[in-house]
């Protein structure tokens, strides 16, 4: 018996009428966990029942607690006939399980109804009382904290992160079970909602039973996904990144919460990474001369092994495309494409790859212990703490057309009970799975990131696009080398900044080195010396899924770049249909990206952040939409421009025709650089005491790429033999820097220039970017505003080209986001962060795109300063932790040997960042300091520096805090109980804001209380009285942020970081008068305090010790 | 090519305050656009016609999704639904009950029936109020009037506290309660030149001075009569009646008359008209009130007092401080009369008349 559950219904309010007669309504609750069903007394003829009931209790094993919603029925009593529902709540209890989370449930909730919407609300207490189990065998993972966000969690430091976690569950869909033909629409949803919140949950347990499997307490960058595979069945599946967290706050590094599994291991672990340390520091720093390769800085022993090669360095696989079409005929195996070529057990492959993998890295390597322990080597977080990411090669991208077959689930031979049948245990010779295919795209991926000379896979994510039998199965992710020490367990005792030492690049550049051996490069790149140390080679161009590192110099400010593509296809069934997608997929992936190539061209960019390729296949359609953040990364060359030419030269009047375009191209580079402030610094200007160890020319011509290039540039070549899953910054660095030549040979040239030149920028005062924030803003004022936006266009016009159905495509997208900016004007100057656009064709001659983002006010007066700000990082809800980390260190550890020389390579460098220009080379700053002596007398340095940057640090707050409008202050335990208590008059809703970013401007989180995964389906047939589907859409998407809102509030927090909408699934029958729609969110609920609120936060962090140290007493 | 569907819907509820007056003045949507062009919204953030549109018509769906909470505004403070700062949602309140005076002025005194309802055409035609804000401010009148029928207490408090309005809002809507409730005239010819302002500060008097409530907390302990703002004092229009004695005993009246012209002699121009027709003047004022217990004659109040008092001073071209000086001493003099006993009710009558007269004395 580990747990006991106890609801208690206090009240409901604006219940609707149930009884026309009298107006009123005889309500009474049914509250439900598991099989166990109790009821409340009817509360006669009131829309305010007050029923006050006693607590109901479940006891029920922590296992169901972790699966099963708690389930609230409002119904109206009817002396004759049967009880009319009003609504339901459903509440996840998994908050309530983790100590460090919520304690209790308390507050309104909206009774929801699948037909009617909500429909009033209730007031409900919840709690939970969990006993030790000592099972070891134990199913559930009680107390393994869950988190959307891609990052690193506010508050928390990262001892380990083991890695790559995923876990899918496979049911028949309760829509197309025969009994759907004989019940209520109502009653159908439900069960569907029902469903998938049970499948959800036990997704969830058995991701937390991997992590505590790995010796992990947490998982960060959780993504939940849904398929609706219609008549073959409902696949939720998911992603995340098993962490060892601790909480920073409490001042001690060694907290209470970590695992008692990773205690023994983390110690085994300690000594040698010590032992690692003292070569490596001696052997590092002499290094003056001669760009070392990035593998120096791997901490590995006194012999490093070879730089990092691959097995086959050069075989770019581009036969192995991602495309290979497996097709799953109803009898035997037909495993697709190069996977099934190569070998035929899948999993001998895999364990054979991982070997090789373990001896090329040599086994001096202390680091990478994650690669003996998993298969894959992927992350899901999209931003790390600093020095965590050493180098990253590019973008690696895998698809995959698969045609669905119905689950065949021996298990559920009876439709009544939907007994969760986990995909993993079916036995091997069952058809294909849905694991087995992951598995595949999994696999390639590894390999592209295997030949782009990176061990890991970092900002990884997975999706599906369905359109009847076929559905598309995508990943994509960003290959890099990580710093070894971070996947080492056991080094507890390391700050999260002191691995700067082992880093012979600086952080502001170090991550756009090339992690692949330049002689045998996979492609053909160019490569120039970085711009910023002057040390290490660096590519032209570099693509990549994640967010831009905090650290990173960037000149100018970014922008949403968006490269959007429609293809016509020939309706089709089966195998035909797939083939014809599959054939179709290069093309577009090779189109997508010279849109993307180009438009980056003409911002006079050279780097792409948060790279997000979609392609969602339609009936007679696909569409590919591509969303970046275009940046330039000061250590990168300077793209050249775009220059046209003709395919006939000679002819005057076409001559005369390029010209034009010619110099429409160049106007809109020049306004373009002039908009994102774009002047890099002149290399001139440096501190030439600081480049005296290398020599070199520093002019911007004279650092020319030394490595022969060659020179193909065939489009056409490209598109053919590129495969189009390694769509990557290595596709299009062909072409000299200077001169980016478009050749327009055709139409279909022209009309690229031409959508090149129509893509609008933002109007003044505001700015767009699909990454958390934008690169170079960094004093965010606490205005914020989310918004989910829904457009559908219907093409009437059955006899459309490509080329008009592009322009429709591309119209759409910017009149998305020219509304965006238009209904947002009053919050100028502003920026639209995380603007996340998907595409979707729900029917023949629909398109849908949907958008979900934050619109976040900063303050221009203070832009001016961004060098000064620069060490601000983007959140600031964290930087309190990390810069008063490493001083804490300082003061007291100057017995470590490391330390000091952390404090070197870290603290000075930031400093000069904000007191000298930007492009100053700190790389070598660290050479000097050769001499223990230096050492020390930096470090002195060092702690006064670091009390100068905390002035100016408050400084900026108090700037911030001025110009904040209003914020909600915390709700917590006490104030809660207050609000309840009060009925009429006054406000009883907690204010609830909501950001797809991991953190709130002007805000820090104090307390993560646990992830919030909803489900819902509205439906309705009286669609023309709700308003159209415009009003249907526009009413249940206020509900679902209503519904997350209040349980949010419910749990003691004051807003969601990191929400996303993952799908939003709308049908719809016009000439019915019906539709459905399904929408599913996520996100992290948390309590935040304005920064300013210092008296406050030491109370709240008090309150919030006190209340889990009571939980604790009682558990 | 057709947008199927379009929708944004913001975490906090996206309002704008221009969009919201056009909807509330009755505006479709392509009007709207068209208005909203004109006003130059075109030249911010380069926004296309297509853009204005697709906002519109959110806001309008957004207010629509909105008007039922408005209804009962204290349920939009608690609602869930919608995610607004308070300051926003007090706009929201004071702008949906405000309503255009023209149109007020038609129904001011009018049963706020179906019947009435149905004259609403005719009515918008009248006042170029679109007929769909002439609905909403007669759906207003209604609803609050039905709210606070039933309803203890003071009714300006009633109505502030049921439907969040501002102090000044809540008055006129108690002035509009009051009216429905007595029936009074306003809609004859000679009554036209009168504002709904000038009603709404006659009706405060009236409430504060001639209703059951306004007799003073003290006499009620409770406080917590029913319609104790609304129907007038029946007790006092009984007493009203003792001073006709005024006009019957002609010793009084002579009296009242010498010590009224003695006080006025010199002291302004119209001195000879004030004198030659104070008989009539106070008779006139005397039988109004002594004809207040008569439903009917409530109804015609403000007919009779144009009637009787103010269109016969305005063909004699009293100025408006001759007014003032007049009544003043008109009511004052009776003071010195001893043989007249009903000072209290005296005092409490004229002192709504010669409010109501001041504000009413205009062209």
Known sequence: MPGKLKAKIVAGRHLPVMDRASDLTDAFVEVKFGNTTFKTDVYPKSLNPQWNSEWFKFEVDDEDLQDEPLQITVLDHDTYSANDAIGKVYIDIDPLLCTEAASIISGWFPIYDTIHGIRGEINVLVKVELFNDLNRFRQSSCGVKFFCTTSIPRGYRAATVHGFLEELVVNEDPEYQWIDRIRTPRASNEARQRLISLMSGELQRKIGLKVLEMGGNAVVGYLQCFDLEGESGLVVRAIGTACSLEKLSSGSILNTHTHPNTAPASNACNSPSKDGKEPVFGEDLPSSSGPPTPFRALPTSSSPPPPFSPSKPCSRQSSSSDTDLSLTPKTGMGSGGSAGKEAGPLKTLLRQQTQTALEQRGASSSGLLFNARQEFPFFTLTSFPPAFLLHVGGVVNARSVKLLDRIHNPALGNTRSYKLLDWNSVTADEPETRDAWWEEIRQEIKSHAKALGCHAVVGYSESTSICEEVCILSASGTAAILNPRYMREGCLDIGSTDHRFEEPSPPTCGFCHIPYDELNMPFPAQLTYCYHCRRQKVPDVLFTTIDLPAEAAVTGKGCLIQARLCRLKKKAQGEVNATAISNLLPFMEYELHTQLMNKLKLRSMNALFGLRIQISVGENMLLGLASATGVYLTALPAPGGIQIAGKTPGDPSNEQHLLTIQKRINEATAKNKELYQINPPKLFALDPEVFCGTNMELTEEGVGSPIPEPRQRSRLFRSHSESSDEISELDLSHGKKDAFVLEIDDTDAVEDIHSLLTDANPPRGFYSCNTETMPGIYNWTSGIQMFTSVRILRLNNTNLTNQGLNKIFTDLCENLLKSFYFKLRSMIPCCLCHLNFTVAVPEEELIQVAVTAVAMTFDKDQTQEKLAEKLIPKGGSDTDEQLQFPMELCADSSTINSQPSSKISGVPESTNISSRAASVDYGSFADRCSTWLELLRLKAHTIRRGSVKTSRRTQSLAHSVSSLEHSSPLPDGRSRSLRSSRSFGGSTVTVVKMTPLSFLPGTRIIKYLGIINMFFIRETTSLREEGGVSGFLHSFIAEVFAMVRAHVAALGGNAVVSYSMQDCVLMENPNKNQAQCLINVSGDAVICVRESDQDSLASTTTIGHSCSSTTDVTT | ?363
């Open chain 2, 1 to 363: 090519m057709s947008v199927e569907l379009d929708v944004f819907v913001g975490n906090t509820t996206i309002m704008d305050e221009e969009v919201y007056q056009l909807w509330l003045d009755g505006y479709t949507v392509i009007d709207a656009v068209k208005v909203r062009r004109e006003g130059g919204v075109l030249d911010e953030c380069e926004a296309n016609a297509d853009v204005v549109l697709s906002d519109t018509m959110d806001q309008y769906r957004t207010f629509q999704m909105c008007e039922r909470l408005l209804h009962s505004p204290p349920k939009l403070a608690n609602q869930l639904l919608f995610q607004i700062t308070p300051h926003r949602q007090t706009i929201l309140i004071e702008r949906y009950y405000a309503f255009d005076d023209a149109f007020v002025r038609e129904v001011l005194g009018k049963k706020l029936s179906k019947g009435t309802k149905k004259d609403l055409d005719d009515i918008s035609a009248k006042t170029t109020v679109t007929l769909k804000s002439c609905r909403r401010q007669f759906d207003n009148f209604k609803r609050v009037f039905k709210v606070v029928e039933e309803l203890k207490g003071p009714l300006v408090e009633n109505i502030r506290h049921h439907f969040l309005l501002s102090d000044k809002l809540a008055k006129d809507y108690a002035a509009i309660v009051f009216f429905a409730n007595n029936r009074f005239e306003t809609g004859k010819r000679k009554l036209q030149y009168l504002t709904f302002q000038d009603f709404a500060i006659c009706a405060g008097q009236l409430i504060n001075n001639w209703t059951v409530g306004a007799v003073g907390p003290d006499s009620f302990v409770d406080n917590m009569v029913e319609d104790m703002d609304v129907d007038l004092d029946k007790e006092f229009l009984q007493e009203l009646k003792e001073l006709k004695i005024l006009i019957t005993d002609k010793d009084l009246l002579d009296q009242h008359k010498s010590l009224v012209c003695t006080a006025l002699r010199g002291k302004t121009k119209a001195f000879n008209e004030m004198e030659a027709n104070f008989k009539n003047l106070s008779r006139g004022l005397v039988n109004i009130a002594a004809k207040l217990t008569n439903t009917k004659d409530v109804r015609d109040f403000f007919i009779d007092l144009v009637e009787k008092f103010i269109e016969p001073c305005r063909s004699d071209r009293w100025t408006a401080a001759d007014m003032k000086l007049y009544l003043t001493h008109y009511t004052n003099s009776v003071h010195i009369l001893d043989t007249f006993k009903h000072q209290v009710v005296w005092d409490r009558y004229m002192g709504v008349i010669k409010s109501c007269i001041f504000k009413m004395y205009h062209d």
